[in-house]
Antibody, heavy 119, light 106 residues
Framework: EVQLVQSGAEVKKPGESLRISCKVA????????ISWVRQMPGKGLEWMGR????????NYRQSLQGHVTISADKSINTAYLQWSSLKASDTAMYYC????????????WGQGTLVTVSS | DIQMTQSPSSLSASVGDRVTITCRAS??????LNWYQQKPGKAPNLLIY???NLQSGVPSRFSGSRSGTDFTLSISTLHPEDFATYFC?????????FGQGTKLEI
């Protein structure tokens, strides 16, 4: 059984840095791309970007380019989402998900990491 | 970006009812349309992929269909556990985009 286990909730101040993680268990991280999806409080789902863990090739939503970085460490089957300078508007639940290679659906999801950014 | 217009945004129904949720894509996405169910405090769960394929383990009362750029999720007979929020998702182009969601309420 494939499981994605995300790191715990975070409370940060504006301007601080943060890295959250998504550990894949049950299969190799390199089997499929990993995507990150954001859900702001009470809102819908927003695709942020994705990584191919085989070669670390990434795609980002244009509005987030340069604000977040997606990375992966194949040796420990873990993907990451990081910020160098958080904003209050980054307050959201963040999900990682495995992406089917040909049809692009998200078939396995992490449990979510709640990030709260407040002064 | 491809816009996904989902309707209705909310829907009141009763156990045993048949319900239909629709998503319209702003341009051709062929069969690259997926449906998810999300319950409060939980991650989304894949129901239907490639417009009409039932994900393993999902009850057969859920079905999906496509007509051009219009996509439909149907639930044939509502069970109590089906009251949740449903999202469509296009995986044809980057950035992937989601519908705004449909909250299915009693």
């Amino acid at each position: 059984e494939v499981q994605l286990v995300q790191s715990g909730a975070e409370v940060k101040k504006p301007g601080e840095s943060l890295r959250i993680s998504c550990k894949v268990a049950g299969y190799s991280l390199t089997t499929n791309w990993i995507s990150w999806v954001r859900q702001m409080p009470g809102k819908g789902l927003e695709w942020m970007g994705r990584i191919d863990p085989n070669d670390s090739y990434t795609n980002y939503r244009q509005s987030l380019q340069g604000h977040v970085t997606i990375s992966a460490d194949k040796s420990i089957n873990t993907a990451y989402l990081q910020w160098s300078s958080l904003k209050a508007s980054d307050t959201a639940m963040y999900y990682c998900a495995t992406r089917d290679g040909s049809l692009g659906f998200f078939d396995n999801w992490g449990q979510g990491t709640l990030v709260t950014v407040s002064s | 970006d491809i816009q996904m217009t989902q309707s209705p945004s909310s829907l009141s129904a009763s156990v045993g009812d048949r319900v239909t949720i629709t998503c319209r894509a702003s341009q051709a996405i062929y069969n690259y349309l997926n449906w998810y169910q999300q319950k409060p405090g939980k991650a989304p769960n894949l129901l239907i992929y490639a417009a009409s394929n039932l994900q393993s383990g999902v009850p057969s009362r859920f079905s999906g269909s496509r007509s051009g750029t219009d996509f439909t999720l149907s639930i044939s007979t509502l069970h109590p556990e089906d009251f949740a929020t449903y999202f469509c998702h296009q995986s044809h182009s980057t950035p992937n985009t989601f519908g705004q969601g449909t909250k299915l309420e009693i």
